[in-house]
């Protein structure tokens, strides 16, 4: 990026996933809000353009893109939908571990059709014992010859149910961190089964459940990396992924204010159109400079992240922290310059709404990312 100003063909990237949000996601987004609809066969449309891989490399199918990239692709696709977005954005994530990690082997049996999503891939980090606190996880791999043997929960998992490939964090060692491993999981493996579509306050277009392990047996060929580090790859996996549900914060918040901005201007009270009162336009202004802070700052730590800055971890837990509060604000004060007609679903507020509060809590929560960015500043 060059200074505060991005180049022709990050522009030409952003213009293409905000059109494809405008064309193939936002028409049916509410529809498939109310009727728990997950639009498989849309996002790999998206993956046909390139964005199933977004930074996966180039000799196995991915478009081999940037970080920044990748926060222009998500923040465009949220303002069709952020849920759509945010499922892209963990998919993405969990085929860059393989990409990263991966033996040779592993890399091209699953990141072609990942790319593609003809597998769809999810993120099994989070425990009903075990969320903020990750590295207290409790699901254990004990090696039995080639295979390991699980046996344990996974809770909140994005995509459980309809996925394929289930980036798995087990312990396969000693308590805490050193003791975990990451296993890739395919979902027809014997021994995995899950919980029932959870119900929640938002993102209802794709699925949320809990992944079941009783003695499933994995090969250790499908283990990334060595014993030992899965807590490091699960954390590296983090700092994009942070970055990433920024990114569909913004986006969402964006077509609140877009759609309030159009409200504003039709609605009248008091003898002339909301736009006009000077109260509203201030409230507008604010929006508009918090969304643009958050924006910029998101965009910085995005570059610093491709960089290799060795304050990407912090910067990436400030601006993940920063855009989904500003996000969920810029929703809220929208849903709120909309007066009774926002509590409509029809207008589509009360939606982004709904689905821009969770991402204050997934990806760590915005007091986990304080403690990262506290532990920068004082060395502890």
């Given at each position: 990026?060059?200074?505060?100003?991005?180049?022709?063909?990050?522009?030409?990237?952003?213009?293409?996933?905000?059109?494809f949000?405008?064309?193939?996601?936002?028409?049916?987004?509410?529809?498939?809000?109310?009727?728990?609809?997950?639009?498989?066969?849309?996002?790999?449309?998206?993956?046909?353009?390139?964005?199933?891989?977004?930074?996966?490399?180039?000799?196995?199918?991915?478009?081999?893109l940037?970080?920044?990239?990748?926060a222009?692709?998500?923040?465009?696709?949220?303002?069709?939908?952020?849920?759509?977005?945010?499922?892209?954005?963990?998919?993405?994530?969990?085929?860059?571990?393989?990409?990263?990690?991966?033996s040779?082997?592993?890399?091209?049996?699953?990141?072609?059709?990942?790319?593609?999503?003809?597998?769809?891939?999810?993120?099994?980090l989070?425990?009903?014992?075990?969320?903020?606190?990750?590295?207290?996880?409790?699901?254990t791999?004990?090696?039995?010859?080639?295979?390991?043997?699980?046996?344990?929960?996974?809770?909140?998992?994005?995509g459980?149910?309809?996925?394929?490939?289930?980036?798995?964090?087990?312990?396969?060692?000693?308590?805490?961190?050193?003791?975990?491993?990451?296993?890739v999981?395919?979902?027809?493996?014997?021994?995995?089964?899950?919980?029932?579509?959870?119900?929640?306050?938002?993102?209802?277009?794709?699925?949320?459940?809990?992944?079941?392990?009783?003695?499933?047996?994995?090969?250790v060929?499908?283990?990334?990396?060595?014993?030992?580090?899965?807590?490091?790859?699960?954390?590296?996996?983090?700092?994009?992924g942070?970055?990433?549900?920024?990114?569909?914060?913004?986006g969402?918040?964006?077509?609140?204010?877009?759609?309030?901005?159009?409200?504003?201007r039709?609605?009248?009270?008091?003898?002339?159109?909301?736009?006009?009162?000077?109260?509203?336009?201030?409230?507008?202004?604010?929006?508009?400079?918090?969304?643009?802070?958050?924006?910029?700052?998101?965009?910085?730590?995005?570059?610093?992240?491709?960089?290799?800055?060795?304050?990407?971890?912090?910067?990436?837990?400030?601006?993940?922290r920063?855009?989904?509060?500003?996000?969920?604000?810029?929703a809220?004060?929208?849903?709120?310059?909309?007066?009774?007609?926002?509590?409509?679903?029809?207008?589509?507020?009360e939606?982004?709404?709904?689905?821009?509060?969770?991402?204050?809590?997934?990806e760590?929560?915005?007091?986990?990312?304080?403690?990262?960015?506290?532990?920068?500043?004082?060395?502890?």
């Amino acid at each position: 990026m060059s200074l505060f100003a991005l180049p022709d063909d990050q522009v030409a990237i952003r213009d293409m996933a905000r059109d494809f949000a405008a064309e193939k996601i936002a028409p049916s987004a509410l529809h498939w809000d109310e009727h728990k609809i997950f639009p498989v066969d849309v996002m790999r449309e998206a993956a046909a353009l390139g964005m199933g891989g977004v930074y996966v490399s180039e000799d196995v199918g991915g478009s081999g893109l940037s970080r920044l990239d990748a926060a222009l692709i998500f923040e465009a696709l949220a303002t069709g939908c952020p849920t759509v977005s945010a499922y892209l954005s963990i998919h993405n994530m969990s085929a860059w571990m393989i990409d990263r990690y991966g033996s040779e082997e592993q890399r091209r049996r699953w990141l072609p059709a990942l790319c593609t999503m003809e597998l769809l891939a999810s993120y099994c980090l989070t425990e009903p014992g075990s969320g903020s606190d990750a590295a207290a996880l409790r699901t254990t791999a004990k090696r039995d010859g080639d295979d390991y043997v699980l046996n344990g929960a996974k809770q909140f998992i994005s995509g459980a149910g309809a996925g394929d490939l289930y980036m798995v964090m087990v312990r396969t060692g000693e308590d805490g961190p050193k003791g975990i491993s990451t296993l890739v999981v395919l979902g027809n493996t014997p021994g995995l089964s899950h919980g029932p579509n959870e119900r929640k306050m938002g993102w209802n277009a794709q699925p949320t459940r809990q992944v079941i392990f009783e003695d499933c047996r994995v090969p250790v060929a499908n283990r990334l990396g060595e014993e030992g580090i899965g807590f490091r790859i699960a954390m590296a996996g983090l700092d994009g992924g942070r970055l990433n549900i920024g990114a569909c914060s913004l986006g969402g918040a964006q077509a609140a204010l877009d759609k309030t901005l159009a409200y504003m201007r039709e609605r009248k009270a008091f003898g002339q159109r909301l736009d006009a009162f000077q109260a509203l336009q201030f409230r507008l202004a604010d929006m508009a400079t918090e969304l643009e802070a958050a924006r910029v700052f998101l965009y910085a730590a995005a570059a610093g992240y491709d960089r290799g800055d060795p304050d990407a971890t912090q910067r990436c837990a400030m601006a993940k922290r920063f855009a989904t509060d500003i996000g969920f604000q810029v929703a809220n004060d929208a849903l709120q310059l909309h007066g009774g007609y926002g509590y409509l679903s029809e207008y589509g507020i009360e939606k982004i709404v709904r689905d821009l509060r969770v991402h204050q809590i997934l990806e760590g929560t915005n007091e986990i990312m304080r403690v990262i960015i506290a532990r920068g500043l004082v060395g502890r």
